[in-house]
């Protein structure tokens, strides 16, 4: 299949592994899906400078195929990333949760692709404007930061294609074939899937954390944090906790630091998935087992061939 997207980045299939905080922070799964065809994303988010410029040796030798780095902007330690980033000549930037004006000069200046994640069409607007290559829009189901409001990934995504003329890669929810066939049919040029390839061999989390995942029907995940920057993660006791708080109208203060005390480590790390943030999407649901990365991926593009096949007959 051939799109803006897979000929921008030079990538086989419109699949992007979505840059996972932790889980994809080690080199195994993103080269994995990069050697597939797809585009596999290094989240440095969590990582320091020294270990970031380790892991992506690592990266670009376990592939001859293009990937990407996602670095989440307001993370303390962003700015040192990014000039890591820039100083190791990274070719795909997935920049999320903060404008990318700032940065575009300096990345373009050594041949990057930027490409802006964004979960509203206001955010959508002001990234296309700033001069973004592509976007990434996500909608509710998504795992991690989904629109505060809550707007779905079928609406969000083309709401955003009513304005916008670049390129977008578009996720939340979406955990096979029929999911990646539905987000091209809306107009998507890819589609990224996150909590699809949180159950693979290759993604570093602890056991408890794939275990809960793999436990998680389509209605376990909730909205959590509203008062703060909400994520969507299980329905666990931090999320009742949260809850809690939020019914009894806790001070600001005091919420802050409840939902600030549990973090996203403590769950993938540590193994935690009571007491720590176990972000995952909707599409936990429609997943029955943990496999190999490369076995995901064939599976998907074969499921995608079988969908197009399908629409062809039915269109006659
Ligand atoms: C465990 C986990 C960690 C995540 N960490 C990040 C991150 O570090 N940076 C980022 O931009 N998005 C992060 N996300 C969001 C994903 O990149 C992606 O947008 C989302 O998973 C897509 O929705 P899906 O899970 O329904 O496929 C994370 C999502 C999950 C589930």
Same mark, same amino acid.
């Given at each position: 299949?051939?799109? &803006?997207?897979?000929?921008?980045?030079?990538?086989?299939?419109?699949?992007?592994?979505?840059?996972?905080?932790?889980?994809?922070? $080690? /080199?195994?799964?993103?080269?994995? +899906?990069?050697?597939?065809?797809?585009?596999?994303?290094l989240?440095a988010?969590?990582l320091r400078p020294d270990d970031f410029e380790h892991v992506l040796g690592q990266l670009a030798t376990?592939?001859?195929?293009?990937y990407a780095v996602n670095i989440?902007l307001?993370?303390?330690g962003a700015a040192d990333i990014l000039d890591a980033m820039h100083a190791r000549r990274v070719p795909v930037v997935?920049a999320? =949760?903060?404008?990318?004006?700032a940065h575009l000069a300096r990345f373009r200046g050594i041949g990057a692709i930027w490409? =802006?994640?964004?979960?509203?069409?206001?955010?959508?607007?002001?990234?296309?404007?700033?001069?973004?290559?592509?976007?990434?829009?996500?909608?509710?189901?998504?795992?991690?930061?989904?629109?505060?409001?809550?707007?779905?990934?079928?609406?969000?995504? &083309?709401?955003?294609?009513?304005?916008?003329?670049?390129?977008?890669? /578009?996720?939340?929810?979406?955990?096979?074939?029929?999911?990646?066939?539905?987000?091209?049919?809306?107009?998507?040029?890819?589609?990224?899937?996150?909590?699809?390839?949180?159950?693979?061999?290759?993604?570093?989390?602890?056991?408890?954390?794939?275990?809960? +995942?793999?436990?998680?029907? +389509?209605? @376990?995940?909730?909205?959590?944090?509203?008062? @703060?920057?909400?994520?969507?993660?299980?329905?666990?006791? #931090?999320? &009742?906790?949260? #809850?809690?708080?939020?019914? @009894?109208?806790?001070?600001?203060?005091?919420?802050? /630091?409840? #939902?600030?005390? $549990?973090?996203?480590? =403590?769950?993938?790390?540590?193994? @935690?998935?009571?007491?720590?943030? +176990?972000?995952?999407?909707?599409?936990?649901?429609?997943?029955?087992?943990?496999?190999?990365?490369?076995?995901?991926?064939?599976?998907?593009?074969?499921?995608?061939? =079988?969908?197009?096949?399908?629409?062809?007959?039915?269109?006659?």
């Open positions: 299949m051939r799109t &803006r997207i897979t000929t921008m980045l030079g990538i086989d299939h419109p699949i992007v592994q979505a840059g996972m905080s932790w889980a994809s922070s $080690s /080199a195994a799964l993103p080269a994995a +899906v990069s050697n597939a065809g797809g585009l596999g994303v989240a988010g969590p376990a592939t001859g195929r293009p989440p307001y993370r303390p997935i999320s =949760q903060g404008s990318p004006k490409i =802006q994640v964004v979960a509203t069409l206001e955010h959508a607007c002001k990234a296309a404007d700033a001069g973004v290559d592509a976007l990434v829009v996500v909608g509710a189901e998504a795992g991690g930061h989904p629109p505060a409001s809550e707007v779905t990934t079928l609406v969000t995504v &083309r709401r955003v294609l009513q304005e916008v003329s670049v390129p977008v890669i /578009a996720g939340g929810g979406v955990a096979d074939g029929w999911g990646i066939a539905a987000l091209l049919a809306l107009g998507a040029d890819a589609v990224q899937l996150g909590t699809r390839f949180l159950l693979t061999e290759e993604a570093t989390v602890h056991a408890n954390y794939k275990a809960a +995942v793999l436990a998680a029907d +389509v209605q @376990d995940t909730a909205l959590v944090g509203r008062r @703060d920057l909400p994520i969507r993660g299980l329905r666990n006791a #931090f999320a &009742r906790a949260v #809850f809690d708080a939020e019914r @009894d109208q806790l001070p600001q203060e005091d919420y802050v /630091a409840l #939902f600030k005390k $549990s973090t996203l480590k =403590q769950a993938a790390l540590d193994g @935690d998935v009571e007491w720590g943030k +176990v972000e995952l999407g909707q599409s936990a649901g429609l997943v029955s087992r943990i496999e190999p990365a490369a076995a995901v991926m064939a599976r998907l593009v074969s499921e995608l061939a =079988q969908v197009t096949d399908r629409l062809r007959a039915m269109a006659g």
